[in-house]
């Protein structure tokens, strides 16, 4: 199985950027399918972007499409996500995730592995 750490989160302003980084071990990241999902208090958590585990596809939520960039490094085994004009919504905690297939779904329930997740404030 895969660990899952992520790092990265933190305290910016609205229209700022910030990186995300999700170092994994036990196996490599090409075995899965890699996501980014988020939660915000009181919510309920919603898939943000993924990859797919030939890294060939990727895929956006539309309320971060245009902002937010997936990307991967096998030689690192880490995933990342770049989120640019970040807005007060963008506010969540932040989790990655593994699914042990080809192909991203935008489900929760579909990942097998998960990260402890790190914590994104957008102040206005």
């Known amino acids: 199985q895969v660990q899952l750490v992520e790092s990265g989160g933190g305290l910016v302003q609205a229209g700022g950027s910030l990186g995300l980084s999700c170092a994994a071990s036990?196996?490599?990241?090409?075995?899965?399918?890699m996501a980014w999902f988020r939660q915000a208090p009181g919510k309920e958590r919603e898939f943000v972007a993924g990859i797919s585990r030939n890294g060939g596809n990727t895929y956006y939520a539309d309320s971060v499409k245009g902002r937010f960039t997936i990307s991967r490094d096998i030689a690192k085994n880490t995933l990342y996500l770049q989120m640019s004009s970040l807005k007060p919504e963008d506010t969540a905690v932040y989790y990655c995730a593994a699914r042990f297939r080809e192909d991203v779904v935008n489900s929760r329930w579909a990942y097998d592995y998960w990260g402890q997740g790190t914590q994104v404030t957008v102040s206005s």
């Open positions: 036990g196996r490599t990241l090409s075995n899965y399918a």
